[in-house]
């Protein structure tokens, strides 16, 4: 059978690779765990890149506009998470769908996904937009947010949900440019746009007096250049992936099999989320000094985690096209090789910034009580985060293996329950205990997922065959 235009496979490997003509399954030069983190560096760089968006906002409006206005934005982190993840999980969905058919040489199904993918992207900004305008206060009500930052948070987010659609558009997009290998030109993008967002948050807060509304509109502004900039590479690829606005129309099958990878994927985030949020809601009952020192420390917590969830995006484009074109045992390998790849290097990230955390955290905030609490998250989370990686990159190869519910559930219960038993029940007195959730429930998901890994690798991959010396 002779492979598509643009698509073409590697019976000895399979592993997706660049190429002059673009990004296909080639035999490339070097080892695989080369080529993964040349496939994962942009994904990190773009993570960076994307949140600095937001870690602008904070580090202006806490250096120039005050403690008030930094817990204002602070508050929105988890909020936002909650809104855009389910959503996001149909992205993911994309990724995998794409990556498959690409395995398979099945160009017809490459278009067809897209195609899927682009309507889902529209409908999805619609019902964002929607809800993040009409629920705004009320869920930061719910959180109990302190009444005197009250306002300037749900001024923030109003203005941050008009932005939405551009964050959807740009995942989305990006997930497709991802299954095909090409994880460049959405970092190219995002840091065009992340120095407009720079430029912008400067002249808006100084130049114009403006306190949060202006680095909301600086955020706005910034993804909506990122969204249309990938778009606009999407349209004139060459190939399957070729996003042609008058073919966009739903195909039944390919948002089928979307929905059965993505929607379990965006129900855990959303449900993870939503733990993340009542622990926010804990946080803020400490004050809003608490609530603006843990805004700093997350920061370095995020930009952490772009590493673990690079490793899960290489796992899932990698994992689903090796699956896709019958190479199980090399499936097996890239998902070891990933979560190798992702303890290293969170690891690494969370030991530099855990040997300095006033120093790093005083890059937002210079109020010493701020730092105080600041300096708590950081030792007590960030040293230990990496632990993340033993879940999240075992879930992302059982979801690339079409098994998506099992991740869903096992997060759910080791995660989200536990967290919230922890805040409502047990009720920590003080900053530290609150914390510790994180870590307990790191390990305890780790630990099952990594269970679940081995089983339902042995299903969908038969028994791992033994090599001879």
Not at 152 to 158: E, F
Not at 202 to 213: A, H, I, N, P, R
Request: with cysteine; aromatic share 8%.
């Amino acid at each position: 059978m002779k492979a598509p235009s643009g698509i073409e496979s590697n019976s000895s490997q399979g592993v997706l690779s660049a190429s002059a003509s673009g990004y296909s399954f080639l035999p490339g030069k070097g080892g695989l765990t080369r080529r993964l983190i040349l496939f994962a560096l942009p994904i990190i760089g773009s993570g960076i890149v994307q949140q600095s968006f937001n870690s602008v906002d904070v580090a202006v409006v806490g250096q120039y506009v005050g403690d008030g206005a930094l817990a204002a934005v602070g508050a929105n982190g988890s909020v936002i998470s909650l809104i855009v993840t389910l959503f996001m999980g149909i992205a993911l969905g994309a990724n995998v769908v794409i990556s498959r058919y690409l395995g398979a040489r099945d160009e017809a199904g490459v278009r067809r996904a897209v195609a899927t993918q682009g309507v889902a992207a529209l409908i999805c900004s619609a019902v964002l937009v929607a809800i993040g305008s009409l629920s705004a206060r009320p869920i930061l009500e719910l959180l109990d947010t302190p009444p005197e930052v009250l306002d300037d948070a749900t001024l923030y987010l109003k203005i941050y949900t008009l932005g939405f659609p551009a964050m959807l558009v740009y995942n989305f997009v990006s997930a497709v440019l991802r299954s095909v290998g090409d994880t460049s030109r959405p970092f190219y993008w995002l840091v065009g746009s992340g120095l407009v967002n720079v430029v912008l948050n400067l002249w808006l807060v100084l130049g114009c007096g403006m306190g949060v509304e202006g680095v909301a509109i600086a955020t706005v502004v910034s993804g909506t250049i990122a969204a249309l900039g990938v778009t606009w590479n999407l349209m004139r690829e060459q190939g399957a992936i070729r996003l042609d606005l008058r073919r966009l129309r739903i195909y039944g099958r390919e948002l089928k099999m979307m929905l059965s990878i993505g929607l379990p994927a965006g129900l855990q985030g959303s449900v993870f989320a939503l733990s993340n949020v009542i622990i926010q809601s804990a946080i803020n009952g400490f004050g809003p000094k608490a609530m603006a020192g843990s805004a700093a420390a997350l920061i370095f917590e995020l930009y952490a985690y772009f590493i673990i969830t690079a490793m899960v995006q290489a796992t899932l484009t990698f994992v689903s096209a090796a699956y896709g074109a019958g190479h199980n045992e090399l499936c097996r390998r890239l998902m070891w090789r990933c979560m190798c790849l992702g303890l290293a290097g969170s690891a690494g990230i969370n030991l530099i910034v855990a040997s300095s955390p006033g120093l790093f955290c005083s890059i937002f905030t210079s109020d010493a009580a701020a730092l105080h609490f600041a300096s708590q998250r950081v030792l007590g989370v960030l040293m230990v985060q990496f632990l993340a990686t033993s879940y999240e990159v075992s879930a992302g190869g059982m979801r690339a293996l079409g098994y998506s519910l099992t991740p869903m559930f096992i997060t759910i219960c080791g995660t989200c329950v536990v967290r919230v038993l922890w805040v409502k029940v047990w009720v920590p007195e003080t900053f530290s205990s609150l914390l510790m959730v994180y870590p307990v429930t790191w390990v305890m998901t780790g630990t099952a997922m990594l269970t679940a890994w081995n089983i339902v690798s042995r299903k969908a991959l038969g028994p791992k065959k033994l090599t001879h010396s």
